[in-house]
């Protein structure tokens, strides 16, 4: 059974940073590409960065310059590295990987992060 634990949600202060982390099991971690996406308040989830098996990332042009995805095919864990964090980052995020070969995805269960003085 193929399980994303996210970690590493809460509440930040503008300008602070938070790393997320989404631990896999179950499956070949190092065939999928990895996303991380979030879903803000009353909208709808959008892509926020990606990760190929290969270690190629791409971002949403909001989150370019300030967030890092990163994989580490030892552990089955991909990371969000979150910096100058401002409110319009507060949503809920999810982890999301899709074998690159086969195109079947798995989503996790989500977790928090809220930015606010």
């Known amino acids: 059974q193929v399980q994303l634990v996210e970690s590493g949600g809460g509440l930040v202060q503008p300008g602070g940073s938070l790393r997320l982390s989404c631990a896999a099991s179950g499956m070949a971690f190092n065939v999928h590409t990895m996303h991380w996406y979030r879903q803000p308040p009353g909208k709808q989830r959008e892509l926020v960065a990606g990760?190929?098996?290969?270690?190629?990332?791409y971002y949403a042009d909001s989150v370019k310059g300030r967030f890092t995805i990163s994989r580490d095919n030892v552990v089955n864990t991909v990371y969000l590295q979150m910096n100058s964090l401002n409110p319009e980052d507060t949503a809920v995020y999810y982890c999301?990987?899709?074998?690159?070969?086969?195109?079947?995805?798995?989503w996790g269960q989500g977790t928090q992060v809220i930015v606010s003085s």
């Open positions: 990760i190929s098996s290969g270690g190629t990332g």
């Open positions: 999301h990987a899709e074998h690159e070969r086969r195109g079947f995805d798995y």
